[in-house]
């Protein structure tokens, strides 16, 4: 996205933006787990920036940290509502957007290092517009209940029971992953060479029993599965069927990671049909779950 400075791109309205434009991309992003919307959220933040600077009458901000989160979280709430109705006619589960990065790249590691696991993300849909903005603000980026309430404009006292709530949705809101991302890249090759394979025995030995997986096509993708399917063999039985039918000509599996999980992207030439989202078991020597986003609206943004 390009922001439109009020005067040269070096101008220091400009500078001061951009120096929390991943804080603030994180904040929104995780409220809303949709990068489309998050974009647009920080157009809107940027707009009322540059305004208020070129306004010759507006007192100055003396924080500027503060004054963006404020902006930036309260155009996210706003925004959920048009979030919220578009899911109401969505066809299927509606998994977060992918952020895609390569843990080989220092640089690409590091971006967006504050977003929460796929299957949080999951897990926050089920959260009221207010708890999840606390939640995030809180648990996620350490802001002090006094703080979120000035930022919200609640009192501290609304902004602890509405905590309180969240955390009794959540239970344990951030799964712990083995230290070792070594292991659990291996814990994906394994799965996606089962499935490209035909190997059954190989692909039931990589899931763990109760292993649960999610699908969003979106009623697009190739995969059309409208509610979460549990158990070993029924998820095999499904990643057996689509396997049989990819591409005459074959695909082209990357792997990478999505916030700390490993994922396969599956490719048929430059394009992609699949995002694969493994979330392994607390040894990590099995998948305990998995998110398959293959609606290709989401799939965009992926190289």
């Not at 890249?185 to 499935?195: D, H, I, L, M, S």
């Amino acid at each position: 996205m390009t922001y439109r400075a009020p005067h040269r791109a070096d101008d220091e309205v400009t500078e001061r933006f951009l120096g929390y434009r991943e804080l603030l991309f994180s904040v929104v992003y995780n409220m809303l787990g949709s990068i489309a919307d998050t974009e647009d959220v920080l157009q809107e933040v940027w707009l009322a920036w540059a305004a208020r600077h070129r306004d010759p009458h507006a007192q100055p901000i003396e924080n500027a940290r503060a004054y963006l989160v404020r902006a930036a979280a309260n155009q996210a709430l706003a925004r959920r509502v048009e979030v919220s109705r578009r899911r109401e006619t969505y066809v299927g589960p509606w998994l977060p957007e992918p952020i895609v990065v390569d843990e080989q790249d220092a640089a690409s590691a590091l971006v967006r290092k504050e977003s929460l696991s796929t299957a949080v993300l999951v897990v926050l849909e089920t959260l009221s517009p207010l708890e999840r903005a606390v939640f995030v603000l809180h648990d996620v980026f350490g802001f002090p209940h006094t703080e979120i309430g000035d930022i919200l404009g609640r009192t501290p006292a609304a902004v602890r029971q509405a905590a309180a709530r969240a955390r009794r949705h959540l239970h344990s809101p951030q799964p712990r992953h083995p230290a070792d991302p070594e292991v659990r890249a291996q814990v994906t090759e394994r799965f996606a060479e089962a499935v490209l394979g035909g190997d059954l025995p190989a692909l039931l030995q990589v899931l763990a029993p109760d292993v649960t997986l999610w699908t969003d096509s979106g009623g697009r993708g190739p995969a059309r599965s409208l509610r979460p399917v549990h158990g070993r063999e029924a998820v095999a039985a499904i990643f057996t069927a689509v396997a049989a039918d990819l591409p005459s000509g074959g695909v082209d599996i990357r792997y990478r990671w999505v916030a700390g999980d490993p994922c396969a992207l599956v490719f048929s030439g430059d394009s992609p049909l699949a995002a694969v989202v493994i979330e392994p078991d607390a040894r990590g020597t099995r998948i305990a779950a998995i998110y398959s986003i293959t609606n290709p609206d989401k799939l965009t943004g992926i190289r």
